[in-house]
């Protein structure tokens, strides 16, 4: 697969982002999944490495607003550190048809392991001002209204609309930018 014309534009500033598990796979149906991505961004904001804005898990990929000094590596590590989790605990749970799929889909190129997890990049788009957020912040919490799944947006758990909402999230995150 070519490498995506999409990078991070300014350090500091919130981006966009999209990661997405490859073969657009159902990994996120499964709670314990969703939780080690979670715990992934919890260490990565409790440790002063991430600023998270808004977030939304779907069953093959999430959506973040986040912003970080250096970003490129913040999501890389988070994309490297969940995928090890990810399939330990697929493994775990003896998911052999879910773990065929993870290694048929492996590039050839990628020798050094046996699955891949995420597809390549994360399609990071900087956030030009404050209409730019609140249409990407509308587009990410409307995401699960618009599959059908709930009917508002603070229905959906796995979302940082209830957040905005003034409710209890299962992260924090900055919601004063």
Not at 141 to 153: F, I, S
């Amino acid at each position: 697969m070519p490498r995506s014309r999409y990078t991070v534009l300014e350090a500091d500033a919130p981006h966009f982002l999209t990661c997405t598990i490859v073969g657009w796979l159902p990994l996120f149906t499964r709670p314990e999944a969703v939780e080690q991505v979670l715990d992934s961004l919890r260490f990565l904001q409790h440790n002063g490495r991430l600023v998270v804005f808004g977030y939304v898990v779907l069953e093959t990929h999430l959506h973040l607003i986040a912003s970080a000094p250096n970003l490129s590596k913040e999501i890389g590590d988070f994309k490297s550190f969940t995928a090890r989790r990810l399939i330990d605990l697929l493994k775990g749970r003896r998911e052999g048809d879910l773990l065929a799929w993870l290694h048929a889909l492996k590039p050839a190129r990628k020798g050094d392991r046996a699955h891949q997890l995420w597809q390549q990049g994360s399609h990071p788009q900087m956030i030009q001002g404050r209409e730019m957020m609140l249409q990407k912040l509308a587009y990410i919490h409307d995401n699960p209204v618009r599959r059908g799944y709930v009917d508002e947006p603070t229905h959906w758990r796995y979302s940082s609309a209830r957040n905005y909402a003034g409710l209890p999230g299962l992260i924090p995150v900055t919601t004063d930018w």
